[in-house]
């Protein structure tokens, strides 16, 4: 299962001598030095801490642990020694974070979140702020994503070749990339950490619940291979690693059309004036699957005490293939001219939403779509650090490039000969799937034609992403002189330059019916019948969507449509970051350490893209249009750690914090004209001169330690965001450039060159706070008899007062303000486990309140719904064998994930209007991992 690792700020109580295989030094099992987090192991602060924890250990004793216990105490030594304030996640044992990616991992610390795609955790939420204001990091480097933004998909990440993860909720000066509401750090192990070879296999089958379907199956598995060696008397060090896995998509959904509006006299028959009804309602079974390799590598060289090299290398690709087929049905105004809706037998609640009913004079259609991504990653960094006497200088070059290329495809087939108008019973009033029975049999593929329905015979869409990130970075660690250093030991200065370019693209148009007509789908094409009894439909053919388009239709994509130009752009970001942090070890009547400094970060941001432009004469309407700004932030910090006693602490931080926008809020794409009866321009689109996301913090965390064995904390958070990035419409804005060469015709008044821009725009903030509840208990402190028994949980409440529309997609969420997207105002984690003599069990609960989430939508918008707030219950039990049995080294474990199946629901403003119940299944592993 996973290990949650609480994490804060202190100094260890208690040193730890890892069983099997310890490393060398004050290091976790991810081989990062866990009194400074990321940061370089030759600074002076590192080296005092080391030094401090060794005499206690000699003052203490050792205390020797293994397994799920070693990385609890790991996490919290993280948590302890942090001069900010941390979560932090640990392995087990080098490839032993068991989830599919790294995202489950996240979603158990406190006051951390995700949002589940496609049945995986895939963004993460930090502190109630959605993920575009976070950070990720890779062994301390900002890394890329195949998104459209700059927020990463961990799910590209597997969890077996991250060793620990640690979730920075303060900044400190030195922390280069930080986010606004946190930055998350993914490490590595350092090979030399260890004290001699150690290699890892493992393998797990893997089965989903809701069974095969189509041309899909229900199993999967997965395989990993760590090696991590040393050599040359210990100064080369090897680290590799190998994960691949592939997992069934299985998903059962119902969706209603947005948005649901409130009809007007005789505008749905049948439905009385005034009522709440959606215009169209659909029921899917998705299948297929998603395969990804990953690789890491590191080489660690250390030729003498002064100089350490370490290049860390990472790769990841990952194939997703899907096939969903889908009955849809419309339920507006418009039915392909057949008939007009007749609805009979209405229910209508309290709240004037319809609930039920039957729907008559409807044509529905079969819908074949088709989905294949592919995504790479690939990472290196180079990082080289010296000391030259008493100063320590950390050279780091690092490039990471990600690539997205994506298919979609969708056609549709209905009854013929047409029109064969149908009944359709409604119920929308239940706890699970809505129900949309109807009265005449889709089962037959003989029956069903591609045809020119009333959404078009098909669309496809085939976007596409590069985004590239080059940085270099030089920092020195310089120790004080003794007259200062009763109050700071060392000050760090440096500076970094990160160049980032994203490029996206995204083809599309219709697929028509070829030359042949109307024309019914060969049975070579046919997988067979998938049942949607659970929505009420019954059985409807499945098809191979790809060779259904290459045989009977024709599909041309294209960018220079004038409803697409906006779809493409390009984005370049300069971020240059400079810095400089004093390190704080001193008394004020109580110890105290921590940190204080400054980050002076420029910012040079252009975007460039193709702009329809009505004004111009047909034939030359799509010109290119560039636009950016440059900005200065200051943003100073202040850490405190005050030791309140030998195993309390009690933290203070301060700090001005920055998000960078989203990119494609950035871009430069617009559609843009000019009034010929009044010479106004005017556009909508985005905006490359925004500023980011500013707001000044204030952090309290109180943590009381137990020997290191396990903790409790309570954490204020209260962040002031002094700005907001939200869609506006704002007139008086310049357009001189796109208006220069725009002559008037005989009868048109002259050009201004100020007009209307709807785009995203920085506008008024507002405050964010949160209080944060953790513990990690060994419930032996209690009593021997419950030697092996422990829980670790924690609780979030969270609360802000920022206030947003969300133009975007207005009805959905309502037409007026809306709460922060990502913000639930409740979180909850909880795991309780069991290990002793070799056998352990866990079972773990994340729990969180309804949100409002970030969609894709079928334009490839970013839309904003309301989702039902979850529970997910994940569970564990496995054996290792001890030293001395014929099968030591060997691990056995049986794992479900999403024990209850708990559904993914989103609604309209209110509950009793529903958008989509998704059900993606119970997930079932079996495996063994042999460390040798």
Not at 27 to 40: E, I
Request: net charge neutral; glycine share 10%.
């Amino acid at each position: 299962m996973l290990v949650l690792a609480l994490a804060s700020v202190g100094f260890c109580a208690t040193s730890v001598t890892w069983a099997a295989t310890p490393p060398a030094g004050n290091a976790d099992q991810s081989g990062q030095d866990t009194t400074q987090g990321s940061t370089a192991s030759n600074t002076q602060e590192v080296r005092d801490a080391k030094a401090k924890k060794k005499q206690q250990a000699t003052e203490l004793g050792v205390v020797t642990v293994s397994g799920f216990a070693q990385s609890i105490q790991s996490a919290i030594a993280t948590k302890q020694s942090s001069n900010e304030i941390v979560e932090a996640i640990s392995s087990e044992d080098i490839g032993k974070l068991p989830d599919v990616s790294i995202a489950e991992s996240i979603a158990r610390l406190p006051g951390v979140s995700a949002q589940r795609v496609a049945g995986r955790a895939q963004v993460i939420s930090v502190r109630g702020l959605s993920p575009d204001f976070a950070t990720t990091l890779l062994n301390g480097r900002e890394m890329v994503s195949t998104g459209d933004n700059r927020s990463v998909e961990f799910d590209q990440y597997p969890s077996e070749l991250v060793s620990g993860v640690t979730v920075y909720k303060t900044p400190r000066a030195s922390l280069i990339g930080q986010g606004l509401s946190g930055t998350l750090d993914m490490h590595t192990v350092r090979p030399l950490d260890y004290q001699q070879p150690v290699a890892v296999v493992g393998v797990r089958g893997q089965h989903n619940s809701l069974g095969r379907a189509a041309d899909s199956s229900a199993f999967g598995n997965r395989f990993n291979a760590s090696y991590i060696g040393q050599f040359m008397d210990h100064t080369l060090g090897i680290a590799v690693g190998y994960a691949h896995s592939q997992t069934p998509t299985q998903e059962n959904q119902v969706g209603l059309y947005e948005p649901w509006q409130q009809v007007g006299d005789n505008w749905r028959p049948g439905v009385p004036a005034g009522t709440w009804f959606s215009d169209g309602i659909k029921a899917l079974r998705r299948t297929g699957y998603t395969k990804r390799d990953g690789v890491m590598a590191t080489v660690e060289w250390r030729p003498s005490e002064s100089w350490t090299s370490t290049l860390d290398l990472f790769h990841t690709k990952a194939t997703q293939k899907d096939t969903a087929n889908q009955f849809e049905v419309n339920l507006g105004d418009y039915n392909g001219g057949y008939g007009r809706l007749a609805v009979t037998n209405p229910t209508i609640n309290s709240n004037g939403t319809f609930t039920s009913g039957t729907a008559n004079n409807i044509y529905p259609l079969v819908r074949g779509m088709y989905n294949s991504r592919h995504d790479t990653i690939n990472a290196a960094g180079w990082k080289n650090e010296f000391n030259a006497g008493q100063v320590s200088i950390v050279a780091d070059l690092s490039y990471s490039k990600a690539k997205r290329r994506e298919l979609n495809l969708e056609n549709n087939t209905q009854l013929v000969p047409a029109p064969q108008l149908d009944s359709l019973n409604l119920n929308y009033s239940g706890s699970n799937f809505s129900q949309l029975a109807p009265g005449l049999d889709y089962s037959d593929a003989s029956k069903l034609f591609l045809t020119n329905t009333i959404y078009g015979s098909g669309y496809g869409k085939a976007p596409r992403v590069s985004d590239q990130l080059k940085s270099a970075k030089l920092g020195a660690t310089i120790p004080m002189p003794d007259s200062v250093n009763q109050l700071i030991t060392d000050v760090e200065v440096g500076i970094n330059y990160a160049d980032r370019e994203k490029i996206k693209h995204q083809p599309e148009g219709n697929i028509n019916v070829g030359a042949q007509g109307d024309t019914a789908i060969a049975p070579d094409l046919q997988y067979g019948l998938v049942d949607l009894g659970f929505a009420g439909v019954g059985k409807i053919p499945s098809w191979y969507v790809p060779g259904a388009v290459a045989r009977y239709m024709t599909f041309a994509p294209n960018e220079d449509a004038s409803y697409l130009v906006s779809k493409a752009w390009d984005l370049s970001e300069k971020i240059t970051t400079a810095y400089a942090m004093a390190n704080i070890d001193t008394v004020w009547g109580i110890p105290v350490r921590g940190n204080v400094g400054v980050q002076v970060q420029r910012a040079d941001q252009s975007s460039s893209a193709n702009v329809f432009n009505d004004s111009k004469p047909v034939g030359s309407q799509i010109e290119r249009f560039t636009d950016g700004k440059t900005y200065t932030d200051v943003l100073p910090s202040l850490n405190l750690a005050f030791s309140l006693t030998e195993t309390q602490m009690l933290r203070v931080a301060l700090a001005k914090q920055v998000a960078r926008p989203r990119m494609d809020d950035m871009r430069a794409s617009l559609e843009f004209g000019v009034d010929k009866t009044t010479g106004k321009p005017g556009a909508s689109g985005g905006n490359p001169r925004l500023d980011p996301w500013r707001a000044n913090a204030f952090d309290l965390s109180w943590e009381k330690y137990f020997g290191g064995n396990g903790y409790v904390a309570a954490a204020f958070f209260y962040k002031d965001l002094t700005s907001y990035i939200y869609t506006q419409t704002r007139d008086g804005y310049d357009f001189s450039s796109l208006v220069a060469n725009y002559v008037p015709g005989p009868n048109e008044p002259p050009t201004l060159t100020k007009g209307t821009f709807s785009a995203p725009f920085n506008g008024k903030g507002g405050s964010l706070k949160g209080l944060e509840l953790s513990a990690s208990i060994p419930l032996s402190m209690f009593t021997p008899a419950l030697d092996g028994f422990g829980v670790l949980g924690s609780a979030s409440f969270n609360d802000s007062s920022v206030k947003i529309r969300s133009p975007e997609n207005a009805t959905s969420v309502g037409d007026g303000p809306i709460s922060l997207p990502g913000l639930s105002k409740r979180v909850f984690n909880l795991t309780a486990y069991y290990e002793k003599n070799g056998f352990d069990a866990r079972i773990s609960e994340r729990k969180r309140s309804d949100f409002i989430g970030e969609i894709g939508n079928f334009n490839g918008a970013r839309t904003l719904r309301y989702v039902v707030g979850e529970k997910i219950f994940d569970a564990q039990i496995g054996y290792t064998f001890a030293e001395g049995s014929k099968l030591h080294g060997l691990s056995v474990q049986l794992q479900a994930s999403n024990l209850t199946n708990a559904p993914y629901r989103t609604y309209a403003g209110t509950k009793d209007r529903p958008l989509e119940y998704i059900e993606w299944g119970r997930t079932y592993l079996l495996g063994a991992t042999y460390k040798f």
